[in-house]
C-alpha cells in the first residue's frame, strides 16, 4: 500500500512539472530571450524528475523491505543502481543548468 502511494506520488509529480514545463515553454515562446527561459525551464522539470526518482527508489525499497528474497534484493540492487545513475547525471545537469543561469543573471 505504502509503495503504490509513494509510486503515485512520484508519478503525480512528473505530470504536473511536465504539464507546468509544458506551459512555460508556451509562453517563452512568446517573448524575448528563449534561450535564458529555456534554462530556467529545464532546470524547474530538471529537479522534478530528480524528486519523483527519490520517491520511485523509496517505493523500492519499501515493497523490498516487507519481505526480501535474494531475488527482490538483486531487484533492488539493479533498479537502486540505475536510479542513482540517472540521478547523478540529472543533478550533474541542474548543476550546470544552474551555473548557466548565474551567467545570464551576472
Given at each position: 500500500?505504502?509503495?503504490?502511494?509513494?509510486?503515485?506520488?512520484?508519478?503525480l509529480?512528473?505530470?504536473?512539472?511536465?504539464?507546468?514545463?509544458?506551459?512555460?515553454?508556451?509562453?517563452s515562446?512568446?517573448?524575448?530571450g528563449h534561450?535564458?527561459?529555456?534554462?530556467?525551464?529545464?532546470?524547474?522539470?530538471?529537479?522534478?524528475l530528480?524528486?519523483?526518482?527519490?520517491?520511485?527508489?523509496?517505493?523500492d525499497?519499501v515493497?523490498?523491505?516487507v519481505?526480501?528474497?535474494?531475488?527482490?534484493?538483486?531487484?533492488?540492487?539493479?533498479?537502486?543502481?540505475?536510479r542513482t545513475?540517472l540521478?547523478?547525471f540529472?543533478?550533474?545537469?541542474?548543476?550546470?543548468l544552474?551555473?548557466?543561469?548565474?551567467?545570464?543573471?551576472?
Amino acid at each position: 500500500m505504502v509503495k503504490v502511494f509513494l509510486e503515485g506520488i512520484a508519478i503525480l509529480i512528473i505530470v504536473i512539472a511536465s504539464v507546468r514545463t509544458l506551459l512555460k515553454l508556451l509562453r517563452s515562446l512568446k517573448s524575448s530571450g528563449h534561450q535564458q527561459h529555456w534554462v530556467i525551464i529545464r532546470l524547474d522539470l530538471g529537479l522534478a524528475l530528480a524528486l519523483s526518482l527519490e520517491f520511485l527508489l523509496a517505493a523500492d525499497i519499501v515493497s523490498t523491505a516487507v519481505s526480501p528474497s535474494w531475488d527482490d534484493l538483486g531487484k533492488l540492487a539493479t533498479v537502486t543502481g540505475i536510479r542513482t545513475f540517472l540521478n547523478f547525471f540529472l543533478n550533474k545537469e541542474v548543476d550546470q543548468l544552474v551555473g548557466h543561469q548565474l551567467c545570464f543573471e551576472g
